[in-house]
Nanobody
Framework: QVQLVESGGGLVQPGGSLRLSCAASKSIFSIYAMGWYRQAPGKQRELVAVISSGSNIKYADSVKGRFTISRDNAKNTVYLQMNSLKPEDTAVYYC?????????????WGQGTQVTVSS
């Protein structure tokens, strides 16, 4: 299974921007979906954005128009550009990969990167 390492989190003021990166340990060309999820303290982990191998994209309603997910197959990396950040975007952000393994599928998660939006 693929291993994932997130980076790019940090502290930013409301209205600011951050770009998260998710580096995979192998080619992501055939990984059928890669996504970003987040988990705020006391809340369940939720989908932020997902991109398929065919570049179909889905966003959570709360981030539409502010966040952009993209993938660079040559660099085995998925990005999440976050603009117009709000305090409610504060969370640990996780990268996830869903791939076909034998007759089934398997999911892999990164370790997470903290994003804090505060003045």
């Amino acid at each position: 299974q693929v291993q994932l390492v997130e980076s790019g989190g940090g502290l930013v003021q409301p209205g600011g921007s951050l770009r998260l990166s998710c580096a995979a340990s192998k080619s992501i060309f055939s990984i059928y979906a890669m996504g970003w999820y987040r988990q705020a303290p006391g809340k369940q982990r939720e989908l932020v954005a997902v991109i398929s191998s065919g570049s179909n994209i889905k966003y959570a309603d709360s981030v539409k128009g502010r966040f952009t997910i993209s993938r660079d197959n040559a660099k085995n990396t998925v990005y999440l550009q976050m603009n117009s950040l709000k305090p409610e975007d504060t969370a640990v952000y996780y990268c996830k990969a869903d791939e076909v393994v034998g007759p089934g599928t398997a999911s892999s998660w990164g370790q997470g990167t903290q994003v804090t939006v505060s003045s």
